[in-house]
């Protein structure tokens, strides 16, 4: 008598479990070897349907899908900011290389050789009626009275100036100061004279270079060209003072003092100013020795009080405030 299995069904029709709930049944069919993985499972048929979808859903993304399933919204940011960046940087290339079409410069007039020069205004500069340190502008008024019998002068002059080729032996005692002397082309003045007034206001023993304080000496063309002087002082038409004084408001009528030039006003050589009372000579003096003051570094300074001799750095072409005119550095 055969053996028959636990379930008491024999071993060829044995059915699977499921029958025992109701699902489906298969047999199982006997394998005449060992088991083998199929690379597919036979798949019900309500199963068939879904297989297209199941194949598309498990295709891999290229390298774009990729990169924007990784990052996003940033995948799109990325390029738009790199655009952005070369744009900028082709911006900054193009301002490097333009050519701005002025500059504003703060360097001095270079000294030429030639006699004759246009008028080359410095950066710095500083007026009669203004503090050495600071920028401010006290300019003169601008219909001044005129004494009565005063010289009269060219309103406007060329605009060029010649250096007066003189050179004297030094006069003083105390440290050297060259000085040059230059005069506006087209205003009709004696260039010796105007040349001989300077130097001799600079050598009396009342200006800068009283008790062997400074030495000054005249020089000429040659020595100008070479750069070999301090300062110079030049006689310029009231019409053309602005244009030696940049960016200062003297009305044509203060003089001034530009960086190593001091400038006189022809109108104030000539005419002096109305507080004056006339005397031109003595005022000729104080000019001269106020804008060579501001070449050697002196700033303004106020009357000391009524009745007091003014000092020669008081504004006196604007007023003497009290005291009494003084041409003179140590009078």
């Not at 019900?44 to 993304?61: G, I, K, M, V």
């Not at 000539?270 to 003595?282: E, K």
Request: one cysteine or more; hydrophobic letters at 35%.
């Amino acid at each position: 008598m055969g053996t028959r299995p636990v379930d008491s069904r024999p071993r060829a029709v044995r059915r699977d479990h499921l029958d025992d709930v109701g699902g489906p049944s298969y047999r199982i069919p006997a394998r005449p070897g060992p088991l083998v993985a199929r690379p597919e499972l036979d798949l019900p048929p309500r199963y068939a349907d879904d297989r297209p979808a199941l194949d598309r859903s498990a295709r891999r993304p290229g390298r774009v899908g990729r990169f924007v399933h990784r990052y996003g919204w940033r995948a799109y940011a990325v390029p738009l900011l790199t655009l952005a960046t070369l744009v900028t940087l082709g911006d900054l290339a193009f301002d490097a290389t333009a050519t701005p079409s002025s500059r504003v410069t703060a360097t001095a007039a270079p000294t030429t050789a030639a006699a004759t020069t246009p008028a080359a205004p410095l950066a710095s500069a500083e007026p009669e009626g203004a503090p050495e340190v600071t920028a401010e502008v006290d300019a003169g008024p601008v219909d001044a009275p005129q004494p009565v019998g005063a010289e009269t002068y060219v309103e406007k002059g060329a605009g060029t100036v010649t250096v007066v080729d003189v050179t004297t032996p030094v006069a003083g005692s105390g440290p050297l100061r060259r000085f040059a002397v230059e005069i506006e082309d087209g205003i009709g003045v004696d260039g010796a004279a105007f040349s001989a007034a300077v130097r001799t206001t600079l050598s009396d023993p009342r200006s800068w270079g009283s008790g062997g304080r400074y030495s000054f000496q005249q020089v000429g063309a040659a020595q100008v060209a070479a750069g070999q002087y301090d300062f110079k002082v030049a006689l310029i038409s009231p019409g053309n003072v602005d244009a030696f004084c940049p960016g200062l408001r003297t009305n044509g009528y203060t003089s001034c003092r530009v960086g190593e030039r001091a400038v006189i006003n022809l109108a104030r050589w000539a005419t002096a100013v109305p507080h004056y009372d006339g005397d031109i000579a003595t005022y000729r003096q104080y000019v001269v020795n106020h804008e060579v003051g501001h070449a050697l570094g002196n700033g303004h300074v106020p009357c000391p009080g009524p009745g007091q001799v003014a000092p020669v750095m008081l504004q006196q072409t604007l007023g003497l405030d009290g005291c009494v005119k003084n041409a003179w550095p140590y009078p």
